[in-house]
């Protein structure tokens, strides 16, 4: 079993900033990669940034500029800061840990239940 647990949301300002964090325990062997995906109100779930083993990231578009993820050394944690927050922003946030349970085993997604972003303008 692989437990995901987001933190940080909450309600701020446009224009705030506000760090999200995603701590991934349990039966790890590895992980592959970690993700912040959002999903606002009538919305389908989106991927907002990724960071891979080796220290790859990629961030979408609209994000560019304000967001950063990055993982702690020698942690299975990763943490998005999100600078100038807009609107747009709100929704969802939900951590997702690819996973290697055993050295033999296969990578599997593992989802915390999400922590909620609330943007006013």
């Known amino acids: 079993q692989v437990d995901v647990v987001e933190s940080g949301g909450g309600l701020v300002q446009a224009g705030g900033s506000l760090r999200l964090s995603c701590a991934a325990s349990?039966?790890?062997?590895?992980?592959?990669?970690m993700a912040w995906y959002r999903q606002a109100p009538g919305k389908q779930r989106e991927l907002v940034a990724v960071?891979?083993?080796?220290?790859?990231?990629t961030l979408i578009d609209s994000v560019k500029g304000r967001f950063t993820i990055y993982r702690a050394n020698s942690e299975n944690s990763m943490f998005l800061q999100m600078n100038n927050l807009k609107p747009e922003d709100a929704a969802v946030y939900y951590c997702?840990?690819?996973?290697?349970?055993?050295?033999?085993?296969?990578?599997?997604?593992?989802w915390g239940q999400g922590t909620q972003v609330t943007v006013s303008s």
């Open positions: 997702n840990a690819v996973v290697r349970t055993t050295a033999w085993g296969r990578l599997d997604p593992y």
């Open positions: 349990g039966s790890i062997f590895s992980i592959n990669s």
């Open positions: 960071i891979r083993t080796g220290g790859t990231t």
